[in-house]
């Protein structure tokens, strides 16, 4: 029988963290697009060259994200030598619409304010078994964005996918770029036009208190997602908690805040589980196949690339 914890937020650092709260000062990116540039200070906890990124925790930065513990990409590794973990940094962060990156780095001294802090209420939650691929889907029950009960198990005879995020999110590689990659997928499968395929996705938010019925309609509505197959839900903090942490998926208060890593799932029609994705770094052609090959393992592999131009 499953007991239940107390849990706190002080955790081991792990990939993908972000926070919430929203830019307000912009300026021109190079490319044309609007951009943002941000002063940040924080400590390095994990290097990690070949991925052209580092895990820092940072300090709050001012009219964008409290501090958090999140990875920040680095298109130029050279920024990177010399660097260890443990040394307190001082960089430019660029942010569009849709990435964000390091633009330039200095080691500096570490200042006896730099603290941190990691805050935050305790909260029950249960002890749950990690979920693996040919594992029946739980009953959780949840609510969608018309306000209407629901359970993980109500999509059977539909390959459902199943991702995690909250609409407060704001770095643009996080949890937007999740959503944009749902909503991609969507009009691929939709492209289709195969009648037999049965699809649907429940994008789950752990953020309960803010992502009410009204604020999750809103959000699907401004990302264009198809509302005949995509249902966005919440529900009480340990059911989501409990269904989050089966998948891997771990989040926490960080200063007011919920840091976070990814994870999004393909279910089959008998509710097992076929492919758990870690992270956003799929492509939605990537999801689209996992969907396909759930609904019919022998199925030969599709053609799931957008239109082209013409040939002539």
Known sequence: MKGFLLRGVTVLPLLLWTGCSRPTSSSADRTGGPSREYEVRGVVLELNPARSNLLVRHEEIPGYMRAMTMPFAVRDTNLLTGLSVGDTIRFRLRVTDDDGWITSLEKVAPATTNRLPLTGPFRVVRDVD??????????????????????????????????????????????????????????????????????????????????????????????????????????????????AEQFGLTFWREDGGWAHNLRTAVVDPEGRIRRIFPGNEWTAEELVQAVLEAHDPLRPAADTAAPGPPTR
Request: proline fraction near 10%; include cysteine; glycine fraction near 6%.
């Open 130 to 243: 990690p979920l693996q691929p040919g594992d029946l889907l739980p009953p959780y029950p949840l609510t969608n964005q018309w306000g209407q009960a629901i359970s993980t198990t109500n999509f059977q005879g539909r390959v459902l996918v199943l991702s995690f995020l909250y609409t407060r999110c704001p770095f643009p590689t996080f949890c937007p770029r999740t959503m944009q990659l749902l909503v991609q997928a969507q009009r691929r499968l939709r492209s289709l036009a195969d009648p037999s395929l049965r699809w649907h996705f429940l994008v789950v938010s752990f953020d309960p208190e803010f992502d009410t019925p009204e604020v999750l309609r809103a959000y699907g509505q401004t990302h264009g997602a198809d509302t005949n197959h995509c249902t966005l839900a919440t529900g009480a903090l340990i059911e989501v908690t409990a269904l």
